[in-house]
């Protein structure tokens, strides 16, 4: 089962379904809502890495 997606905000939530209603009837394509979800859901890091980390 795919865990549910984490939104950075109540607001991006609420944009987001939003978006799929529009999806559903056709206001918006397919492309336009993987856009919308690259900037709507939190990013998960990677266990064990640092943003400052230099890698050698």
Do not use: E, Y
Not at 26 to 44: F, H, N, Y
Request: proline share 5%; net charge positive.
């Amino acid at each position: 089962m795919t865990p549910k997606p984490k939104f950075k905000s109540d607001a991006l939530q609420a944009a987001h379904a939003s978006a799929k209603a529009l999806l559903k009837v056709g206001g918006i394509d397919k492309a336009t809502l993987r856009q919308l979800d690259a900037s709507c859901w939190v990013t998960p890091h990677l266990a064990g890495t640092r943003s400052n980390q230099t890698i050698a």
